[in-house]
């Protein structure tokens, strides 16, 4: 049974009449003819009692009739739903997403794409950089969003955000009162918490480099696999640390948050997927992630502020 004769049957059930049917097929009446009766010797019933002068469904016509009528919408739907895909409006994408952007654009992103791609199911799931490689390398994921730089090989790569790097200090450190940015260097012989390099490649790799910059490499006291656990180790006056800036979110009564002085120490965060992989979807994904990503920045930049980080001499409670 084919979808072109139950929508031939439809058509002629709901006209009661060949001719007016055919018109509305926009066919000639015989081959209309033909092929309700063919699809009745399929069936093995008749579905239409005929007289010259009017056309009645039988009674098993009028039960067909039901489910053909359900299952041309759901034909109808599915090619809808084909379009979506096609024109990448619909579909499924996997996303993985360092944790370190749940406090400052990822949110707002996440948000931004559900409401401009509401027929796009995605999944997000907090992955390491590291991880993601290899999860796009294993299609276990379609899109990452993670901290560079990182061998990227052969993925293709868009920079989205960028955020400072701010100092959190337990409550109480000499640098803490001092009401202006800390100096890198002065933090040269602090005891550090930070996330294990392969934890947080790219991460790392910029904080090392700065590091590196102002004559010292930090002294590893503690390490963590997240960020809320690397302020919750400086809230217990165990190190000092090294955040992004929407880190200050996390507004721990013991922990101090300020500005580096100097040029800023900048953490980038960057969409990687497979070029080489066909996903219609991917393309309007990462368009209005990027999109979500400006806009959150111009906005920010627009309050004056800095990924929530508060001035050096604010109270904090």
């Known amino acids: 049974m084919e979808i072109r004769q139950l929508r031939y049957f439809v058509t002629v059930a709901e006209e009661l009449h060949f001719g007016r049917a055919a018109a509305r097929l926009h066919m000639s009446q015989p ?34 009739l039901q489910e053909a009528q359900r299952a041309l919408a759901q034909a109808d739907r599915a090619e809808e739903v084909a379009g979506l895909i096609r024109s990448g409006t619909a579909g499924t994408v996997r996303i993985g997403f360092v944790g370190s952007a749940l406090y ?6 996440l948000r931004s794409l559900r409401s401009r791609l509401p027929d796009v199911h995605f999944t997000a799931r907090e992955m390491e950089s590291n991880d993601q490689l290899r ?19 052969d993925l293709a790569v868009r920079d989205i955000h960028e955020e400072a790097l701010v100092a959190a200090l337990p409550e109480g450190h000499p640098l803490e009162g001092r ?12 005891p550090f918490v930070l996330f294990s390099p392969e934890h947080g490649s790219g ?11 102002a004559g010292f490499s930090p002294e590893v006291t503690y390490r963590a696999e997240h960020i809320h656990t690397m302020i919750g180790m400086v809230a217990a006056g165990l190190g000092v640390s090294l955040v992004p800036a929407s880190a200050a979110q996390l507004r721990l009564g013991q922990v101090r948050y300020l500005p580096l002085a100097g040029p ?6 960057s969409l990687i997927w497979d070029g080489r992989r066909t996903l219609p979807a991917l393309e309007r994904v990462t368009a209005v992630l990027a999109e979500a990503a400006r806009t959150y920045a111009a906005t920010r930049d627009g309050a004056g502020e800095a990924d929530g980080v508060p001035p050096p001499d604010e109270p904090r409670g």
């Open 31 to 64: 081959p209309l003819s033909q092929q309700i009766q063919r699809l009745e010797r399929h069936l093995g019933f008749p579905l239409f009692e005929r007289t010259r002068r009017s056309v009645h469904l039988t009674r098993a016509g009028e039960v067909l």
């Open 104 to 109: 400052g654009v990822l949110p707002h992103a």
């Open 135 to 153: 999860a796009l390398e294993e299609d276990v994921i379609d899109l990452g969003l993670t901290r560079p730089p990182l061998p990227l090989g």
């Open 203 to 213: 991460f790392w790799a910029t904080l090392a480099r700065a590091c590196d910059d």
């Open 179 to 190: 009401g202006r940015p800390v100096a890198l260097r002065e933090l040269a012989a602090e």
């Open 264 to 269: 800023p120490v900048m953490l980038r965060l």
